[in-house]
């Protein structure tokens, strides 16, 4: 698991905790804001289970939550 950028952030999403790049911010703010505590569990729990859980928000833009050492890391894809 890498970080494109140095410059990662960190956030609580429904209680799990989160490294992002900058250019995943907004798959953050879905996670967090757009998707009901209950929806955006099983993204977290598959990412657990399989190393990834691929996912693209209302817009179209595609994103991968990875699991690895008990960190979760957000990563924007295609872009």
Same mark, same amino acid.
């Given at each position: 698991m890498k970080l494109k950028n140095n410059m990662a952030e +960190?956030? #609580? @999403?429904?209680s799990y905790k @989160? !490294?992002?790049e900058k250019e995943a911010k907004d798959g953050i !703010? #879905? &996670?967090d804001? $757009?998707?009901d505590r209950e929806y955006a $569990?099983?993204? *977290?729990? #598959?990412?657990k289970e399989n190393g990834t859980?691929? *996912?693209e928000d209302q817009d179209g833009k $595609?994103? +991968? &939550?990875?699991y690895e050492k008990e960190v979760y890391m957000l990563t924007r894809k295609g872009f």
């Open positions: +960190e956030k #609580y @999403v429904h @989160v !490294i992002y !703010i #879905y &996670l804001s $757009k998707l $569990k099983v993204f *977290f729990v #598959y990412a859980a691929p *996912f $595609k994103y +991968e &939550l990875s």
